[in-house]
C-alpha cells in the first residue's frame, strides 16, 4: 500500500523568505511519481511539480523545486522568494503503476506574512 | 485551452436524494478521476475513467457510480444521499499515455455538495 506523510499541519513564513514542506512516502514499487499540488482557499487544486522515481535531478518549476532524498524516501517542496498569494494548503500525492489513483498526504497549511 | 471543468460548483441536498456531477475533461485528455475531499478523511480517491471504462476504483459504496461518455466527459452520481456525503468533489483529467506513475493529473474547481 501506497503513504503520504505530511507532519507540518501548519507553517508561517515571511514574505521573500524560502520556506520548505516535508513530505515523506512509502511504496514498495520501484516505479512512481511524486506530485505537489497547490489548493487556496477557492478549492481548486493546481498541479505546481513533478518527480519520477527515475529522475537524477531534482525538480524545479520556476519558485519551486522539490528535494527529493530517494534513500530517505523524502519529497521536499521549496518555495523560494514566498509571496503572500502562495497561502494557501499545499499537498504532496503519489503515483504508483497501478492507475491513475493519487494518494494524498493530509496537507500543510502554510501562511505567508509581511 | 481551457482547462478542467465541473458543474454545478454548488449543491444543498437533503438526505436520500441522489445527485448527479458533471466533469469536463482538458481537450484531449482521456483519464478522468474522482476524488472525495472532507476535513476528517482528507482527500480519498473514488474512481478513475479512462476509454469509457471504469479502470481503477476505490473504497466507497455502490451508491456512489460514475460514468465517461465518448467525448471523454464524466459523470458521478450518487443515491440515497447521507450526511457524511457532504464534502467537495474534485474531478481530474490526464492524457493517459506513457507510464501511469508519470501522468500528471489537473484538477477542477469541485462541487461542493452540502447534504440536509
Known amino acids: 500500500a501506497q503513504k503520504i506523510t505530511q507532519t507540518q499541519p501548519g507553517m508561517f513564513v515571511q514574505e521573500k523568505e524560502a520556506v520548505t514542506l516535508d513530505c515523506t512516502y512509502d511504496t514498495s514499487d520501484p516505479s512512481y511519481g511524486l506530485f505537489w499540488y497547490k489548493q487556496p482557499s477557492s478549492g481548486e487544486m493546481i498541479f505546481l511539480i513533478y518527480q519520477g522515481s527515475y529522475d537524477q535531478q531534482n525538480a524545479t518549476e520556476g519558485r519551486y523545486s522539490l528535494n527529493f532524498q530517494k534513500a530517505r524516501k523524502s519529497a521536499n517542496l521549496v518555495i523560494s522568494a514566498s509571496q503572500l498569494g502562495d497561502s494557501a494548503m499545499y499537498f504532496c500525492?503519489?503515483?504508483?503503476?497501478?492507475?491513475?489513483?493519487?494518494?494524498f498526504g493530509t496537507g500543510t497549511q502554510l501562511k505567508v506574512e509581511l | 485551452k481551457a482547462g478542467v471543468t465541473q458543474t454545478p460548483r454548488y449543491l444543498i441536498k437533503t438526505r436520500g436524494q441522489q445527485v448527479t456531477l458533471s466533469c469536463s475533461p482538458i481537450s484531449g485528455h482521456r483519464s478522468v478521476s474522482w476524488y472525495q475531499q472532507t476535513p476528517g478523511q482528507g482527500l480519498q480517491f473514488l474512481f478513475e475513467y479512462f476509454s469509457e471504462t471504469q479502470r481503477n476504483k476505490g473504497n466507497f459504496p455502490g451508491r456512489f457510480s460514475g460514468r465517461q461518455f465518448s467525448n471523454s466527459r464524466s459523470e458521478m452520481n450518487v443515491s440515497t444521499l447521507e450526511l457524511g456525503d457532504s464534502a467537495l468533489y474534485l474531478c481530474?483529467?490526464?492524457?493517459?499515455?506513457?507510464?501511469?506513475?508519470?501522468?500528471?493529473?489537473?484538477f477542477g474547481p469541485g462541487t461542493r455538495l452540502t447534504v440536509l
Open positions: 500525492a503519489m503515483l504508483t503503476g497501478g492507475g491513475n489513483k493519487l494518494t
Open positions: 481530474a483529467s490526464s492524457l493517459a499515455v506513457g507510464g501511469s506513475y508519470t501522468d500528471t493529473q489537473y
